[in-house]
């Protein structure tokens, strides 16, 4: 099997020219896009705003709770972003405003 010197790739009809001055010039002809940063930014940004959201929610309903019970949601959201915030809002939100409903009656 014969290989093909780089001048001889150079020099044949294989590489475009635009590739050839890369070629050339040493660069890496196939720039990569970096999809798993992109990916983790946003995966990071979805976690972020979701526990951002829980706890503004679970901020509307704090008066109704005691402060113990609202620290331990906030640490729970904030240390498990995303079990913490849906257990929040199915949960949390559910109980905090029967809680305030029930205060309202009395």
């Not at 979701?50 to 331990?72: E, G, N, P």
Request: glycine share 4%.
């Amino acid at each position: 099997a014969r290989f093909l010197h780089t001048e001889e790739v150079i020099s044949s009809s294989l590489v475009s020219p635009t590739s050839l001055e890369q070629l050339r010039s040493g660069a890496d002809p196939t720039p990569m896009i970096p999809v798993f940063e992109i990916a983790w930014t946003v995966i990071f940004l979805l976690h972020f705003g979701l526990a951002l959201l829980a706890i503004l929610s679970l901020s509307s309903v704090a008066s109704t709770m005691s402060v113990l019970a609202c620290a331990r949601w906030v640490l729970f959201c904030i240390l498990v972003p995303v079990v913490g915030s849906i257990c929040w809002f199915r949960i949390g939100r559910r109980n905090a405003r029967a809680r305030a409903s029930e205060d309202s009656s009395q």
